[in-house]
């Protein structure tokens, strides 16, 4: 990751994103839903417990987990729903932020795993390792409850704090680690099911 970062986030600590994943897994007590984005991102929360039938596992659809999470909230407004996006991911669907601040869903967190880099198509940099503070943006959009994780600790309170009310956007600088093993790669499996964890029928 480039050593600059940016502006708001110039005292997080460097975290990785599987044990963060892992950390946000065990708070979940409720049957919430999880949206992981594509690539690492799902690699990770698959493996911190692929046995959950309310995750659901992108694949392909880059920028789109907070919109589906949206979604998912709005249609489900008693269960809360977490998304799980990776920075270059969310510079692509920008715009959802506002669309997100508009519809003000309590039961919405946005979760951010920002490296600076375009990590699982070669580690290619993205603006927000120089550039774009992804917080400072969606504060700009209406998003009031946007904050860094400063470290661990940091993390699990804001991840308690959100699931208690939202619309919440936490972002954590990580690693260059890899995600840890491979998601289902069974489109029909993974809609089945997550709908099947949902309670809703196919």
């Known amino acids: ?13 460097v975290m990785n994103r599987f044990a963060l994943t892992k950390r946000l897994v065990a708070k979940l007590k409720r049957d919430e839903a999880v949206i992981g984005g594509i690539g690492n991102t799902n690699f990770d929360l698959w493996a911190s417990g692929p046995e959950r ?3 659901f596992y992108m694949l392909g659809s880059m920028g789109l987990a907070i919109p589906i999470a949206l979604g998912v909230a709005i249609a ?7 998304a799980l996006e990776g920075d270059g991911s969310l ?3 920008l715009g959802c932020l506002g669309t997100v601040a508009m519809r003000a869903p309590r039961n919405l967190t946005m979760i951010v795993w920002d490296n600076g880099v375009y990590q699982i198509t070669g580690a290619q940099p993205a603006a927000t390792g120089s550039a774009v503070d992804l917080v400072a943006a969606a504060r700009a959009c209406g998003l009031a ?5 400063a470290d661990e600790d940091d993390f699990d309170r804001l991840v308690e704090g959100a699931l208690q009310g939202g619309p919440t956007l936490i972002a954590a ?3 260059g680690e890899p995600g840890v093993g491979q998601t289902e790669r069974d489109p029909v499996r993974i809609r089945a099911a997550f709908m099947k964890g949902l309670g809703v029928k196919p």
């Open 1 to 13: 990751m480039n050593n600059r970062t940016a502006g708001g986030a110039h005292n997080a600590k």
């Open 53 to 55: 039938e309310q995750n």
């Open 76 to 82: 489900q407004p008693r269960r809360h729903v977490v």
């Open 91 to 93: 510079l692509m669907q």
């Open 145 to 149: 409850n946007s904050h860094w994780a």
């Open 173 to 175: 600088k990580i690693d």
